[in-house]
């Protein structure tokens, strides 16, 4: 299996994720010190699930050539 496509496509699916999220917490309203901590945290943890993700499918990659 090419885990380089996966790896594409799991960035491609995140980043995407990150996106919607970032618009629904601009439609919701609010002055920007409301929605400013809501999109350091969304962008921290989807920004975080994404290298936790990569990592392990380098480690698999790594695992498989040995």
Do not use: D, H
């Amino acid at each position: 299996m090419n885990l380089e496509i996966v790896k594409k496509i799991i960035a491609t699916t995140i980043v995407a994720i990150w996106l919607v999220l970032i618009y629904k917490i601009f439609q919701a309203g609010g002055t920007m010190q409301e929605q400013l901590p809501k999109c350091i945290f969304t962008t921290f943890i989807i920004f975080s699930t994404l290298t936790l993700l990569f990592k392990l499918i380098e480690y698999k990659q790594k695992k498989e050539r040995n």
